[in-house]
């Protein structure tokens, strides 16, 4: 939102500015010339400008989606692996007479 709030306030100057530089100048590039007013140069070189960043935001944008997308995966691809551990250690606990792994069997108390 400030961004845009931002990005109006620049087009509203530049237009003013625009709007107040009405009168041709000769412009020069290199060896083309032609007639323009400073204003339209100036509101013409801020829209390029902004299309520019625009391209950049967008580029960093699919960036950030494409590693998103790569990390949801992962997250998919873990969760599935955790309930088929959580599958097995049902399956070996409810196996009888087998003990877990890396445990003790309990032996029962004997009475004297």
Do not use: C, Y
Request: charged share 15%; glycine share 8%.
């Amino acid at each position: 939102m400030l961004r845009l709030l931002i990005l109006v306030i620049l087009l509203a100057v530049l237009i003013v500015f625009a709007l107040s530089n009405t009168d041709l100048e000769p412009i020069w590039l290199v060896s083309f010339g032609w007639h323009l007013s400073i204003g339209t140069l100036v509101l013409g070189v801020g829209v390029v400008a902004l299309l520019f960043g625009f391209l950049i935001g967008l580029i960093g944008d699919m960036q950030q989606r494409s590693r998103a997308r790569r990390a949801e995966q992962h997250v998919r691809t873990l969760e599935s692996q955790l309930v088929e551990l959580h599958q097995r250690l049902d399956r070996l606990q409810n196996s009888v007479g087998t003990p877990l792994p890396g445990t003790v069997p309990v032996q029962p108390e004997q009475k004297v």
